[in-house]
Each structure stands twice: as structure tokens, then as C-alpha cells.
């Protein structure tokens, strides 16, 4: 399989670097598939297959071995990360040696990525929208002797205070597609780094065995990288499909985000895939990477998040189980309260109403909060990047009030969503959902 960690430009600029999963290939839409209620066994031949009766390995014995030849191995994955920052350069320079040419370069020509502009620009105090507008008119000279003056009264503010020794900028830089280097952020000197092969390592020294540990999906931009793990012994099945508790992790190199851990639960249904995340963020390490990060501990933390993750996304397990339990008294109200109750767009309401509509065929699905929940997801599988993050976790938020309430707690939950979403729906937006549902749209 072609690695997606590959630094590849953008078309306008050469220089950017898109964001796209790691394994686009393993999540599709939803599609509904039963069998007469099997769960995985081992057949006369002593061949490992799974509910769906697909053929599985004897690491991974309940899930396919088609799905499994899709993931990626953790291992390989880690190693293609390390060898990614071997071309990473930091430079720390005072803060007066960095500064624009008209070109918008520093000034020995390096150009920068846009999120490295950016950086700078927020040390000037420019606004993105004001920068938006000066580049979209060809104004970059303007925008070069804005950033450049706002550079230098700081620098002089900074001066003029009493025992004030001259600061620093950490300029970090990476390889474009040419293999000169660009500029992809500069941050305080006093930036501490902690990145990706940093975070890798740090798993592995987590986790008791890599080498059976798959990356399911993940995305990059060689900056930032998120990941989701899955742990072949965390994976259980059930009539006509499987489960999985697993961690996802994600890090950001460039000031943008912080190294954090969090569970997950998985579902697979006929060969396909869908997540539920957002339930608990479990830890946080040094969330503006400042100061001074002490590895050792690091792991340690990591270890015990990783423990508590896979604790949490078994009582998920649970909670999803409960829900398809509870029965809504209208699913169209509820999905088009969606917008209110977990921030969703009109469109993202619209594919929730879509998925729900399939899911009338299992009594799981048809008319429960787990079919809302489902439907949240399937709709988060078709999007990619801090999207497919945020609906993901807007439909593990969504399941329970808290991780260890009881099935009384969820009904009480539910109805108070319904009885909101009854008087808060925009009726546009209802009428849509109940067309959908109704099969007139």
C-alpha cells in the first residue's frame, strides 16, 4: 500500500501539504448486511472466520482478513514517521533576523506554508481575514511592510522594558516537494517540542506488543497527526458485526494543538466501518508545548491513559448496547435537533436522516436512540480531518449523559433531547427529515 505520509504540493502554492487518511479504502458508506445471527468461529478446516463469515487471521480472529489487509501495521507506520522528521530543521534566531521580503519569504528567500505565515502573522497581530484580502488583491507588499512594522514596534516595546534580554523565534522548517526548505512555523523561542516521532515513540513504549497493533485510519499534514489504534484483543463480536475498543492519539508539531490520547469504539458491518469517539479525553501533555517536558513521565502518563481508554470505550460497549434499548417517540424531531443539541450543519442533518433510513431493517437501528447515534457516525465516516473528528465526537457525546449511567438514565437523557429538539427544530429542517424518512426526498 503507497504511503500517505509522502510530502506532496498543493497545486497553487507547490508548498502545501493536504490533509488525507491514511487509508481512505477501509471506510465506506453503510451498507446493511445480516446472516442467520452467527458470531465468529473457527470452521472444520480450522479457518478463523468472522460473524460475516469472512475468512480472518489467527492474530486478528474477528475481523476479516480483507479489512485487516486494509489497515496498516503501527509499526511500519511509526517507522515511516521517524524517517519523515529526519529532513525537519529548527532554527533559533533573534527575533529580529526574521522578517518578509515583498515576496512574503524570509528574507534569505524561504518561502513558507500557509500555516506558517500565519504563525508569524499572529506575533504582528494581523488578523487572518485581513491577511486573506491583502493576498486575494495581490496586495503582498503591503501585507510584507504591515507584518515587518508591527514586528519592530514589538521589538522596540520589548526593549524599552528594564532587564529585558533580546528574544528569540524557534523558526521551524521542513522539506517541500523540491526539497528546499520551507517555513511551516515560527513560535516562541521558549517553545518546547514534543513531536510526532516523539508521540510514536512514546506509544510504543506503552502498548505491551506493536507489532499486532493496526492503525484502522488516520490523517497528516506532516505537521499534524492523528491516528486511531485498534489492539486485536479488544476486539469482541456480535450477530452481523464486530466491536472494538481502541486509542486514538494525535499531535500537533507546529503550536496548533496539543499531544492527546483518547478511546474510541469501533463497529464493523459487512466489511465497512464506523467509529464513536468524544466520550472522555483522557490526557493531555503540555498543551501549548512550553517549558520543559520530561519524556520519562510522559510515558508513564500515556501508559496509564491507555489503560483507562480501553476501561472507558468498554463501558461505550456497554452504553451502545443500552441504546438500542431505548425507543424514541419521534427519530425526526431528535435528528433535526441535532443542529441544536450537538452543533451539526443542516447538511450534516440531512446524511444523519439518509443513514437512519437504512437502519429501519435491524431492530436495533429502527426507531432507537442507537440508530440516532449510528446514524451520527456513518455520517462522520464520510468525512475526512477535523470534521470527521468532530462528528465522530459529537455522536459519542451524544450516546449517554455519563459513562456509567444505567438504562433509566438514558431514557431520562433521550426524552430530555426529544423534548427539546420539539421546541427549539427549525421546522425547515424538520419537514426535510421527516421527507427523507418518508422517502419523498
Request: hydrophobic share 40%; net charge negative.
Amino acid at each position: 500500500m503507497q504511503s500517505t505520509l509522502e510530502l506532496e504540493p498543493d497545486t497553487a502554492s507547490k508548498t502545501v501539504l493536504t490533509s488525507r487518511p491514511v487509508n481512505d479504502a477501509y471506510f465506506k458508506p453503510y451498507e446493511f448486511r445480516t446472516t442467520d445471527g452467527r458470531r465468529a468461529y473457527v470452521d472444520p478446516n480450522g479457518t478463523f472466520r468472522t460473524a460475516m463469515d469472512d475468512v480472518a487471521d489467527t492474530v486478528h480472529t474477528k475481523v476479516s482478513a480483507n479489512w485487516r489487509s486494509q489497515c496498516l501495521p503501527a509499526k511500519e507506520l511509526f517507522a515511516r514517521v521517524a524517517e519523515m522528521a529526519k529532513s525537519n530543521l529548527d532554527v533559533k534566531t533573534a527575533e529580529s533576523n526574521v522578517r518578509l521580503t515583498d515576496e512574503l519569504t524570509l528574507l534569505d528567500g524561504t518561502k513558507f506554508t500557509p500555516s506558517g505565515l500565519r504563525s508569524l502573522m499572529l506575533f504582528a497581530k494581523i488578523p487572518v481575514s485581513m491577511q486573506e484580502w491583502l493576498v486575494v488583491q495581490d496586495y503582498l507588499n503591503d501585507l510584507s511592510r504591515f507584518c515587518n512594522e508591527s514586528l519592530d514596534k514589538r521589538e522596540i516595546a520589548w526593549a524599552e522594558k528594564p532587564n529585558r534580554a533580546p528574544r528569540e523565534f524557534m523558526v521551524r522548517m521542513r522539506k517541500d516537494a523540491e526539497g528546499a526548505n520551507i517555513v511551516r512555523a515560527v513560535l516562541s523561542g521558549q517553545y518546547a517540542r514534543f513531536d510526532n516521532a516523539d508521540a510514536c515513540d512514546v506509544i510504543t513504549a506503552a502498548v505491551d506488543n506493536l507489532d499486532d497493533v493496526l492503525v484502522s485510519h488516520g490523517w497528516t499534514d506532516a505537521d499534524s497527526l492523528f491516528l486511531d489504534l485498534l489492539l486485536p484483543d479488544e476486539m469482541k463480536d456480535d450477530p452481523n458485526s464486530q466491536w472494538g475498543v481502541g486509542f486514538s492519539f494525535s499531535n500537533n508539531e507546529i503550536g496548533s494543538g496539543s499531544f492527546k490520547v483518547e478511546p474510541y469504539v469501533f463497529r464493523t458491518v459487512s466489511r465497512t466501518g464506523y467509529r464513536w469517539g468524544g466520550f472522555s479525553t483522557v490526557i493531555k501533555v503540555n498543551q501549548r508545548h512550553s517549558g520543559t517536558i520530561d519524556h520519562g513521565q510522559v510515558r508513564i502518563d500515556v501508559k496509564r491513559a491507555i489503560s483507562i481508554a480501553l476501561t472507558e470505550g468498554r463501558s461505550m460497549l456497554d452504553l451502545l448496547s443500552l441504546a438500542q434499548t431505548v425507543k424514541l417517540r419521534d427519530p425526526s424531531v431528535v435528528i433535526s435537533g441535532l443542529m441544536h443539541e450537538s452543533g451539526l450543519t443542516r447538511q450534516d442533518v440531512e446524511q444523519v436522516a439518509r443513514s437512519f433510513s437504512k437502519g429501519t431493517r435491524d431492530p436495533r437501528t429502527d426507531g432507537t436512540a442507537f440508530g440516532v447515534v449510528e446514524s451520527v457516525a456513518l455520517a462522520a465516516s464520510q468525512a475526512n480531518g477535523e470534521r470527521r473528528i468532530t462528528l465522530e465526537g459529537a455522536a459519542g457525546r451524544l450516546v449517554a449523559p455519563k459513562l456509567n449511567s444505567d438504562l433509566k438514565a438514558l431514557e431520562t437523557h433521550w426524552d430530555n433531547i426529544e423534548t427539546t429538539a420539539a421546541r427549539k427544530a427549525d421546522k425547515d429542517t424538520l419537514q426535510a427529515v421527516r421527507d427523507i424518512l418518508g422517502g419523498t426526498k
